[in-house]
């Protein structure tokens, strides 16, 4: 079974410029997130998605970060304009549940992001 | 502000000795997970704790959960090089199964 996919790798932008990452997820699973994660640091949530509704957004920048999950499927996450500070890991999860005891989550090999 | 605290935030040491990770907060979970990660890859989950004062052993790695469910530890005994990585403890919040993570312990075992 396919895990989940995740594109770019890496990304290397100036600042200002616009940028978009793309993630499939495990097949069936209705639970989407998005994550940010510095180096050495723990992934932090940008967004969940529970097929297609945002269920939890709180701690995305909207102005200037905006995602999408069309049919509950793939999604995108977009940063426009990109800053300095956005440089990091932008990693993608799937869970077949929201949480407790079978809420493992799968998590995709990240988009590097370097601002410039 | 993370809900989850982490110690020690790095750990280096020779292969075949012991670690203790610990992960503790002032917070209630409803279940807490461990993950570890490689570098340039994401966290793969490593165990999932449900109730208080449970203890999960896998292999070398033995996971114990708090009795009143706001941390949890993860010791490694004769440690070797392959436990490197970075070890993430995640904590699952009611009603909306929000998953916290912590900012992670990053471990070195040198061969």
């Known amino acids: 079974e396919a895990g989940v996919v995740q594109s770019p790798r890496y990304k290397i932008i100036e600042k200002k410029q616009p940028v978009a990452f793309w993630c499939n997820p495990i097949s069936g699973h209705n639970t989407l997130y998005w994550y940010l994660q510095n180096l050495g640091q723990g992934p932090e949530l940008l967004i969940r998605y529970e097929n297609e509704e945002a269920v939890d957004d709180s701690q995305l920048p909207k102005d200037r970060f905006s995602a999408e999950r069309l049919k509950g499927v793939d999604s995108t996450l977009k940063i426009q304009p990109a800053e300095l500070g956005d440089s990091a890991v932008y990693l993608c999860?799937?869970?077949?549940?929201?949480?407790?005891?079978?809420?493992?989550?799968?998590f995709g090999e990240g988009s590097r992001l370097t601002v410039l | 502000t993370q809900l989850l605290e982490q110690s020690p935030q790095f750990l280096s040491i020779q292969e075949g000795e012991n670690l203790t990770v610990y992960c503790n907060s002032s917070s209630v979970f409803s279940s807490l997970q461990w993950y570890r990660q490689e570098p340039g890859e994401g966290p793969v989950l490593l165990v999932t704790v449900v109730t208080g004062g449970e203890v999960k052993k896998l292999k070398r790695l033995t996971f114990q959960f708090g009795d009143a469910r706001k941390d949890s530890s993860l010791h490694i005994t004769a440690a070797q090089p392959g436990d490197t990585g970075l070890y993430l403890c995640a904590g699952v919040s009611l009603p909306d199964y929000k998953l916290s993570f912590g900012a992670g312990t990053t471990v070195t075992v040198r061969a």
């Open positions: 999860a799937s869970s077949l549940t929201p949480g407790g005891a079978s809420g493992e989550l799968f």
